[in-house]
T-cell receptor, first 112, second 114 residues
Framework: EADIYQTPRYLVIGTGKKITLECSQTMGHDKMYWYQQDPGMELHLIHYSYGVNSTEKGDLSSESTVSRIRTEHFPLTLESARPSHTSQYLC???????????FGPGTRLTVT | GNSVTQMEGPVTLSEEAFLTINCTYTATGYPSLFWYVQYPGEGLQLLLKATKADDKGSNKGFEATYRKETTSFHLEKGSVQVSDSAVYFCALSDRGGATNKLIFGTGTLLAVQP
């Protein structure tokens, strides 16, 4: 069973607020990912990290930023939330030995 | 580039019916193939995987066979239950990329009625 955690699970916040979505994993995985999932279910990779101090933009442009100061922690930050940021955000990680990714439970963000 | 195409939903079945969700892929090389399941309000869970041609992945009564000749990885289950209602994603690993990222299909919603 994979151990990857996301907090908060649900967040309703007003426009212009700064928010940080937390993601932590206890498996020692080097690679971590952030996906945005739209209401049509499709997943879009927005950020990824190879390891500590490594972050890259994904396939879908996003106004969010990420950091990777510790192996187990990969937070996502929105400096000024807007209604267009309303979505489900999923964090995932994978180890060196296999290609499958393990997902957290997600954060459902609503910006009013 | 690499891509995954899966059948559009929703797929609506009665309990104990046979399930097939089609998935085909385009890839260079020899990707690994996956099926993930997402229950309402949750993240994705790995359902099964196959790493080379002719491999059969199986879990919880679900099966899928890696068919290189038809570039397919169709998901099947002989008798679905109401608890199988979820969104199913087919995915492949992009081994050629630096991130080895997963490429997902658009998801298929399965609704099983009692």
């Amino acid at each position: 069973e994979a151990d990857i955690y996301q907090t908060p699970r649900y967040l309703v916040i007003g426009t212009g607020k700064k928010i940080t979505l937390e993601c932590s994993q206890t498996m020692g995985h080097d690679k971590m990912y952030w996906y945005q999932q739209d209401p049509g279910m499709e997943l879009h990779l927005i950020h990824y990290s190879y390891g500590v101090n490594s972050t890259e933009k994904g396939d879908l442009s996003s106004e969010s930023t990420v950091s990777r100061i510790r192996t187990e922690h990969f937070p996502l930050t929105l400096e000024s939330a807007r209604p267009s940021h309303t979505s489900q955000y999923l964090c995932a990680s994978r180890g060196q030995a296999s290609y499958e990714q393990y997902f957290g439970p997600g954060t459902r963000l609503t910006v009013t | 580039g690499n891509s995954v195409t899966q059948m559009e939903g929703p797929v609506t079945l009665s309990e104990e019916a046979f399930l097939t969700i089609n998935c085909t892929y385009t890839a260079t090389g020899y990707p690994s193939l996956f099926w993930y399941v997402q229950y309402p309000g949750e993240g994705l869970q790995l359902l099964l995987k196959a790493t080379k041609a002719d491999d059969k992945g199986s879990n919880k009564g679900f099966e899928a066979t890696y068919r290189k000749e038809t570039t397919s990885f169709h998901l099947e289950k002989g008798s679905v239950q109401v608890s199988d209602s979820a969104v199913y994603f087919c995915a492949l690993s992009d081994r050629g990329g630096a991130t080895n990222k997963l490429i997902f299909g658009t998801g298929t919603l399965l609704a099983v009625q009692p």
